[in-house]
Every structure is written in C-alpha cells, then in structure tokens.
C-alpha cells in the first residue's frame, strides 16, 4: 500500500509500499485538513500486480476545546491577572473583558493574541465588576468561549494629608515655605482666599498684614480617593510704629509716626 499528498510525486514516510495480509490498512499519525491519496498492489507467488486505482480521503478538522477560565489574581484598583487552562494544540487564546455582562467589551484586549494562559488586563476603573472569557485558537479551528470568570477591582485606597501649623509671622518676614505631605505620596496644592498672600507653589509672599487661612488639599488618582483638606490659620502682624515727638521754634510739640501700614 502507498499513500501520498501530492499525487504520488512523493510517499508518507512508513507508507511506502506498506504490505498487509488484510484487505484494509489503518492510517494513523496522519496530518489534519488534508487530502490523501491511497494505491494498492498485490503480490503471490506468481508475481506482483500494477497499482490499483487510487482513491482520495481527506481528513477531518480538529474541533478547538475552549480553555477552562480560572479565578483572577493579583487583582488591584486599576488591573488584574485573567488565567485559564493550558489547551494542547493551542496556537494562542482570545480574551474578552466586559463590565455588562459582555454586551460590550473593553476596549483593545479582544484584539490581543496571547501565547501563554494568562493575561495583565490593565487600564481598568477602580471598584467595578468585571466579567472575562477565553477562547482557543489552534492551527484549524477557533473554539467557543470558556466559562466565565467574575472579579471586582479594589476600591481607591482613602489618603490623609499633613499639614504643619504656621506661626505667626511679621510683615516685614522674608518669604517663607510651607511644609505638607500625602500619605499616599501625590503631591500637595496649596490655596488660600485672603488677598494678605500670594502663594506660589509651596512659598508664600506676604502682601499686607490681617488673618489668613491656607488650605491643603490632594485630589486624589485612579488609586486614591481626594484627601480630606487641611486648613492652617496664622497672623500677618502690622509693623509696630515708631513714634517721634520733637518741638518746633514756636514751641509746638509735633508727633511723628512711622513705620505703620497706611
């Protein structure tokens, strides 16, 4: 018996001229989705025959199983990691991400062809249920979705900020720096509704004396949730007046005033 792909221009190997005593032969180990062809001889004590008439068979297309979807990992605000079961001859999975139940899906991952049998979903909204699903793609077939796996995002971490009281100051005090952190580590901003400062960055200027409040305040990320603010309240002093009394020729006493805010 022989068997070929190509019209018998060339023969499987282990298939060329293959002898039975039977009148059918089993072909085994044979390749997917493909198109052989057979031919027959006999042969007796009298000698072999020509090659029979060669009929054709093609094999069928395996049919992809789809992986089995298994429980999320290291799951935080913003990510997590989707993970399945191996599946012999899978080329690569397909990964589908939703929040409705897949009505529509997350954008971007449904097109991402992933080798191994797990997936970092990244980009995602914090304290939101998700939903995913796997298929399998091999050489010839693409399989169904896999079960579906649920898992909800961490809530935003709550953050405290900080804020280092401040002394009264003079008017004539030097421009000054003020001192506030986030326990997340986001940086501070600072404010303050007074027309006595102007703050740049964390340096305040001291235009002219009265009461002031400065506000600091996070307004937190996609891990953090806004921070509580903080006000401080400090006094901008008036210069103390020098006062100067002096006599004129006439003998008048004249009081001077200086150094106090007009």
């Given at each position: 018996?022989d068997?070929?792909?190509?019209?018998?221009?060339?023969?499987?190997?282990?298939?060329?001229?293959?002898?039975t005593?039977?009148?059918?032969?089993?072909?085994s180990?044979?390749?997917?989705?493909?198109?052989?062809?057979?031919?027959?001889?006999?042969?007796?004590?009298?000698?072999?025959?020509?090659?029979?008439?060669?009929?054709?068979?093609?094999?069928?297309i395996?049919?992809?199983?789809?992986?089995?979807?298994?429980?999320?990992?290291?799951?935080?605000?913003l990510?997590?990691?989707?993970?399945?079961?191996?599946?012999e001859?899978?080329?690569?999975?397909k990964?589908?991400?939703?929040e409705?139940?897949?009505?529509t899906?997350?954008?971007?991952?449904?097109?991402?062809?992933?080798?191994?049998?797990?997936?970092?979903?990244?980009?995602?909204k914090?304290?939101?249920?998700?939903?995913?699903?796997?298929?399998?793609?091999?050489?010839?077939?693409?399989?169904?979705?896999?079960?579906?796996?649920?898992?909800?995002?961490?809530?935003?971490?709550?953050?405290?900020?900080?804020?280092?009281?401040?002394?009264?100051?003079?008017?004539?005090?030097?421009?000054?720096?003020?001192?506030?952190?986030?326990?997340?580590?986001?940086?501070v901003?600072?404010?303050?509704?007074?027309?006595?400062?102007?703050?740049?960055?964390?340096?305040?200027?001291?235009?002219?004396?009265?009461?002031?409040?400065i506000?600091?305040?996070?307004?937190?990320?996609?891990?953090?949730?806004?921070?509580?603010?903080?006000?401080?309240?400090?006094?901008?002093?008036?210069?103390?007046?020098?006062?100067?009394?002096?006599?004129?020729?006439?003998?008048?006493?004249?009081?001077?005033?200086?150094?106090?805010?007009?």
């Amino acid at each position: 018996v022989d068997l070929s792909t190509d019209d018998f221009a060339t023969l499987v190997e282990n298939f060329d001229g293959k002898i039975t005593l039977k009148t059918y032969m089993t072909f085994s180990t044979l390749q997917p989705a493909t198109t052989y062809q057979y031919r027959v001889r006999s042969a007796g004590v009298s000698g072999k025959s020509g090659n029979s008439n060669a009929p054709e068979a093609t094999t069928l297309i395996p049919t992809a199983a789809p992986p089995v979807a298994t429980a999320a990992t290291e799951v935080t605000q913003l990510d997590f990691i989707a993970n399945w079961s191996a599946v012999e001859g899978a080329l690569q999975y397909k990964l589908q991400v939703s929040e409705d139940a897949f009505e529509t899906v997350v954008a971007g991952i449904d097109a991402v062809l992933i080798t191994e049998n797990s997936f970092q979903v990244t980009g995602l909204k914090a304290a939101t249920d998700y939903s995913y699903r796997v298929k399998t793609i091999t050489a010839y077939d693409t399989s169904g979705y896999s079960n579906t796996i649920e898992v909800s995002t961490i809530a935003r971490s709550a953050q405290v900020i900080t804020f280092t009281a401040i002394e009264d100051k003079n008017f004539k005090d030097p421009d000054f720096e003020l001192s506030a952190s986030a326990d997340s580590g986001l940086p501070v901003t600072f404010e303050s509704s007074s027309n006595a400062v102007r703050i740049t960055g964390s340096t305040v200027r001291m235009v002219h004396p009265g009461s002031v409040t400065i506000v600091a305040s996070q307004s937190g990320n996609d891990r953090y949730d806004q921070a509580p603010a903080v006000s401080r309240t400090f006094c901008i002093n008036p210069p103390r007046p020098s006062l100067t009394l002096t006599t004129t020729v006439q003998g008048e006493l004249v009081l001077q005033v200086e150094g106090a805010e007009e």
